[in-house]
């Protein structure tokens, strides 16, 4: 029997489709079927064309959960039957980087799911190098709560991580999107006195501080400058800035707020994926030491994530606002990609055996 799968062709083109379950290609590999799966801001990246690695013709989404059906014969750590989060990065494990804890750069993977082989939009996929790719969940961690595991909040704890954040800092997220409100979850575990956090949207703003992720607030207002943003952060800071700044926003004014609101010989952290290169002035910054990392996530701490989620101290339900079927996954790009009613997070429930819509 096929399934449904929203396809990625080109541009701007990307249907549901039927296709075939997919089959084990190596020992490594297992099988998971899709339990719940979301829309991550990189799908919207790979239809509007700014990820130059995505291969047309695979099928899109690399954020889910799901249950393990088959495994290869190598397969050690998992077995079917078993409810898993999975990674959004695929590794080997072996090579040079992925030793090193670099998975992102594993030389014989990476960011591959729903980019270039088939993803989690869909009833089944097939996870290769499964031993590093699932972690499975506890009964007590229920399928929402371990939704964004494998890569928005991994994302928001590489980033935390990255900043290098400790106890009794400043922290500034900027963007309070789904990476950014996990960038202030995870910040909260490294003990900081504050988390700031800027955005132009106060309905997110608030979410923020619901969640108890956010203490103070900054809205970018219209007419409000960078310098201006700047300037609340260093009013807030005995005019030094912010200890630690974590950019998810990904705009040319979100990256110049990161630099300029940033304390002398901060860490500045880019988690955000820029669709235009930017600028750092030097001459400007020159004498204020910054240190500044980027990266797309490696995303090794699933195991952790999930015993933090299980123990009450991480919770990112909250910020899945919409859920859709399957069948209507066009709708969810909609209501997600125009930020409609409110959405943060769109979970995508499969419909085993339903005919696609055309
Ligand atoms: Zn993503
Ligand atoms: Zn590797």
Not at 93 to 115: D, I, P, S, Y
Not at 136 to 152: E, F, N, R
Request: aromatic fraction near 6%; hydrophobic fraction near 45%.
């Amino acid at each position: 029997m096929p399934m449904q799968a929203l396809v990625y062709h080109a541009t701007g083109d990307a249907r549901l489709e039927e296709r075939p379950l997919p089959q084990l290609q190596a020992p490594t590999d297992a099988l998971v079927r899709v339990t719940l799966s979301s829309i991550c801001t990189s799908d919207l990246h790979i239809l509007n064309g700014s990820v130059p690695r995505a291969r047309p013709g695979i099928i899109l989404g690399h954020e889910f959960v799901g249950e393990v059906v088959e495994t290869g014969a190598e397969v050690r750590r998992v077995r079917p039957g078993q409810r898993v989060a999975v990674n959004v990065e695929t590794f080997c494990g072996q090579c040079f980087f992925c030793r090193q804890g670099f998975v992102n750069n594993c030389e014989r993977g990476g960011w591959e799911l729903g980019c270039r082989i088939d993803g989690c939009q869909t009833e089944y996929v097939r996870v290769p190098f499964a031993d590093n790719g699932l972690d499975a969940l506890p009964d007590s961690v229920d399928d929402l709560s371990a939704l964004l595991v494998g890569d928005v909040l991994a994302s928001g704890y590489f980033g935390a991580e990255l900043a290098a954040i400790r106890p009794g800092d400043t922290v500034l997220v900027i963007g309070a999107g789904p990476v950014g409100i996990c960038a202030m979850l995870c910040a909260r575990l490294f003990g900081p006195a504050r988390i700031i956090a800027v955005d132009r949207r106060a309905d997110r703003l608030e979410l923020a501080r619901r969640m108890n992720a956010a203490d103070t607030l900054i809205r970018a207002a219209d007419g409000m400058g960078t310098a201006d943003m700047a300037g609340l952060v260093r009013e807030l800071t005995q005019g030094r800035g912010a200890d630690a700044v974590i950019e998810c926003a990904g705009e040319a004014a979100t990256f110049e707020l990161a630099w300029q609101a940033a304390r002398p010989n901060a860490c500045v952290a880019l988690v955000a994926l820029y669709e235009a290169p930017q600028t750092l002035p030097l001459p400007h910054m020159y004498g204020k030491n910054l240190i500044f990392k980027t990266g797309g996530v490696d995303a090794v701490h699933s195991a952790r994530l999930i015993r933090l989620i299980e123990l009450g101290r991480l919770d990112t339900r909250p910020l899945i606002t919409h859920t859709f079927p399957l069948g209507n996954i066009a709708d969810a790009y909609d209501v997600f990609a125009h930020r409609r009613d409110g959405c943060i997070k769109c979970a995508i429930v499969p419909q085993p055996g339903a005919a696609p819509s055309r």
